[in-house]
C-alpha cells in the first residue's frame, strides 16, 4: 500500500459523511411530516382526506420508482437551480434527498400504521386535537419504529451518496472509481470498501442500540 | 342526564348497509351504574361511542346535562368530551410513557400547571392502588393494573361521566372482581355516573343498578337489574341469565316425563325464588309445619344481585290438591315467585 491511501481516504470519508449527514438531517425534516400526512389522511383516520392522500401517495411512488442514477442526472437542472451547480459535494445532496423524503415518508407511514387504533381512540375520548394526537401519541408510540428504519435509510443513503459521487459529487464512490477502477490501483478499491463495511456496520449497531433503548414495549 | 333518543347508527359496508342501530332512545340518571349488555355484533360498542360521539349516530340526538351533543362543532365536543372519560377492554395505554405521563395525559393535553398535574396524579394513583407504580412501563403491568392506570387516566379530568367499553373482558374473574369494585368504589366516592358495556351477566349482577339488553340493534328490554334477573321478558335476557342461574331442572329429572295432572306416585315439581329479605326466612318450614304437606329439596342456590340476596329452591310437593293450593297461596303471600313446572314420578330423581 502506498502512502498516499490515507489521506485520500480521511477526505473522500469526510466528503461521504457530510453528504450523508446533511441530506439524512434534510430528508427527515421534510419526510416525517410527509409520512404522518401519509398516514393520518388515509381512510377512517384524523385528517381522513382521499383525494389529498392519493395525490401524494401517487408522488411519493413515482419518484420511488425512479432509479437513483436516472433521478441523479434527470434533475441536473433542478440541481443548479438550487445549489447554483450541478456538481460537487452539496450538488449531490439535491439528489440524495430527494429520493430520500419518499423512502422515510413510505417507512414512517408503516410505523404509524401499526399503532393500535384503541390508543388514538383513547386520545380522542379525552379531548385531544388531531395535531395533539400527532405529537403526543403518533410520533412517540412509532419512535422506536421510525429510529429502526432511519437506520435502513442512513445506509441506504451511504450507498447512494457513493453513486452521486461518481459523478462529480466526491467521497469514497468517487475515489474508488477515479483512483480504485480508472488507474488500475484495486488496494484502494478494497480500502474504500472496507472503510464503507465498518460505517454502515457502526451506523446499524447505533440504530439497533438507540431503537432498543426507546422501545418500552 | 344522560338522554339518548332515537338513535340510529348506519354503517357503509362494501356488501351495502349495515344497520348497527335502531331508533334507541335511553335515559341514564345521574350517579346511576347502568349496563349494556349485548351479545359480540348486537351493537354495544357503537353505542356507547355514540354518547361521547367517537361514532357519530346517522340520526337521533344525544343529550348529555341538559347539552345536545350531536348540535356541537369539534372544538365544542373536544371540551364536552372531556367531562367524559372512558376505559377500554384493551387499556389503551401509551405504551412509550410511564404509568404516571398515562394518567397525566389528559391533563397535558388541556396545559394544565406541572405543579397542579403532579399532585393529581398522586391522588389518581393512591385511589387506585398503584402508588408505588408510577415510574413503570405499561409492559411491565398486569392486566388488571393496566385496566386500573385506564380508570385513573379517564378519571384525570375529574369527569362527571365513565364509559367502560367491556373494561374488564380480558381479565380474568379474580381480576375482574377487583376491577369492579373499584369501579363501584368510585362510583359511590365521586358520585360519578358509569355505563358499563359487557357481554357477561356476572358484571351486570355485581354492580349495575339497571340494566339494558341490546340484540340486534335494538334494546330488547331494559329495567332494575333486580327486575330484570327475577322476570325476564325476552328470550335473550333469559339465555344471559342462564349462564350465571341455570334455569334447567335437576340432571335426575331432566328426562323424565312431566305430567300436568296429578299421577299416580308423582309429585308437583315447583321452582320458587326468594327476593331480598324473604330469601333468609324459614318459609319452607313454616309450608311444612302450617299446610298439610311436605316439600322435598331437589335443587337449590343462593346469590346475590348487587347486594340484594336472590334464593332459588326447586322443591317436590305432596299432599291433597286443597292442600297444595293453600300452601302455594301462602308462599305467593310471602312474595315468593312461584312456577309450577308439573308432576313427576316420585321416583324418577332414584330410577332414572
Known amino acids: 500500500m502506498s502512502a498516499d491511501i490515507l489521506p485520500l481516504l480521511t477526505k473522500a470519508l469526510g466528503e461521504t459523511v457530510y453528504m450523508v449527514a446533511v441530506s439524512m438531517i434534510i430528508s427527515t425534516i421534510l419526510g416525517i411530516p410527509l409520512g404522518v400526512l401519509l398516514h393520518t389522511t388515509s381512510k377512517g383516520q384524523i385528517l381522513e382526506c382521499i383525494p389529498f392522500n392519493r395525490a401524494i401517495g401517487t408522488i411519493v411512488n413515482a419518484i420511488r420508482s425512479i432509479p437513483f442514477i436516472i433521478l441523479m442526472v434527470a434533475i441536473i437542472p433542478l440541481t443548479r437551480f438550487i445549489v447554483g451547480s450541478a456538481i460537487g459535494t452539496t450538488a449531490a445532496m439535491v439528489p440524495l434527498v430527494l429520493a430520500s423524503v419518499p423512502f422515510i415518508s413510505r417507512q414512517v407511514e408503516t410505523s404509524l400504521r401499526e399503532i393500535p387504533y384503541g390508543i388514538v381512540e383513547a386520545a380522542q375520548s379525552m379531548g385531544a386535537t388531531p395535531l395533539q394526537i400527532i405529537y403526543k401519541v403518533f410520533l412517540p408510540e412509532a419512535m422506536p419504529n421510525i429510529v429502526a428504519q432511519l437506520t435502513t435509510v442512513i445506509i441506504s443513503l451511504i450507498g447512494e451518496s457513493a453513486m452521486a459521487g461518481a459523478i462529480g459529487g466526491g467521497g469514497l464512490g468517487d475515489l474508488a472509481i477515479r483512483y480504485g477502477y480508472q488507474r488500475f490501483r484495486p488496494e484502494i478499491i478494497i480500502a474504500t470498501v472496507l472503510v464503507l463495511i465498518v460505517m454502515v456496520q457502526a451506523v446499524q449497531f447505533a440504530g439497533n442500540q438507540l431503537a432498543k433503548k426507546l422501545d418500552k414495549r | ?352
Do not use: W
Not at chain 2, 130 to 143: F, N, W
Not at chain 2, 324 to 331: K, P, Q, R, S, V
Open chain 2, 1 to 352: 342526564m344522560i338522554d339518548l333518543s332515537h338513535i340510529e347508527k348506519i354503517y357503509d359496508s362494501p356488501a351495502g348497509p349495515v344497520h348497527a342501530l335502531k331508533d334507541i332512545s335511553l335515559h341514564i340518571n345521574k350517579g346511576e351504574i347502568f349496563g349494556i349488555i349485548g351479545l359480540s355484533g348486537a351493537g354495544k360498542s357503537t353505542l356507547v361511542r355514540c354518547i361521547n360521539l367517537l361514532e357519530r349516530p346517522t340520526k337521533g340526538k344525544v343529550t348529555i346535562d341538559g347539552k345536545d351533543m350531536t348540535a356541537m362543532s369539534e372544538a365544542e365536543l373536544r371540551t364536552a368530551r372531556k367531562g367524559i372519560g372512558m376505559i377500554f377492554q384493551h387499556f389503551n395505554l401509551l405504551s412509550s410513557a410511564t404509568v404516571f405521563d398515562n394518567i397525566a395525559f389528559p391533563l397535558q393535553l388541556s396545559n394544565t400547571p406541572k405543579k397542579d398535574i403532579e399532585k393529581k396524579v398522586k391522588e389518581l394513583l393512591e385511589l387506585v392502588g398503584l402508588s408505588d407504580k408510577a415510574d413503570q412501563y405499561p409492559s411491565q403491568l398486569s392486566g388488571g393494573q393496566k385496566q386500573r392506570v385506564g380508570i385513573a387516566r379517564a378519571l384525570a379530568s375529574e369527569p362527571g361521566i365513565l364509559l367502560c367499553d367491556e373494561a374488564t373482558s380480558a381479565l380474568d374473574p379474580q381480576t375482574t372482581k377487583s376491577i369492579l369494585q373499584l369501579i363501584k368504589d368510585i362510583n359511590h366516592k365521586l358520585k360519578l355516573t358509569v355505563v358499563v358495556i359487557t357481554h357477561e351477566m356476572q358484571v351486570i349482577k355485581e354492580i349495575c343498578d339497571k340494566v339494558a339488553v341490546i340484540d340486534k340493534g335494538v334494546i330488547a328490554e331494559e329495567g332494575q337489574v333486580l327486575d330484570v334477573f327475577i322476570n325476564p321478558q325476552q328470550p335473550i335476557t333469559k339465555e344471559f341469565i342462564s349462564v350465571l342461574l341455570s334455569n334447567d331442572l335437576p340432571v335426575d329429572f331432566r328426562k323424565a316425563a312431566i305430567s300436568r295432572q296429578p299421577i299416580q306416585d308423582g309429585t308437583l315439581l315447583m321452582r320458587l325464588t326468594f327476593i331480598g329479605e324473604t330469601a333468609n326466612d324459614p318459609i319452607i318450614s313454616n309450608l311444612v309445619k302450617k299446610y298439610n304437606v311436605s316439600a322435598d329439596l331437589f335443587f337449590g342456590s343462593l346469590d346475590d344481585i348487587k347486594g340484594a340476596p336472590f334464593g332459588r329452591l326447586i322443591i317436590g310437593m305432596d299432599g291433597s290438591e286443597a292442600d297444595i293450593e293453600a300452601a302455594t297461596n301462602y308462599l305467593n303471600e310471602q312474595k315468593v315467585k312461584v312456577e309450577v313446572i308439573g308432576y313427576v314420578r316420585r321416583h324418577s330423581a332414584i330410577a332414572h
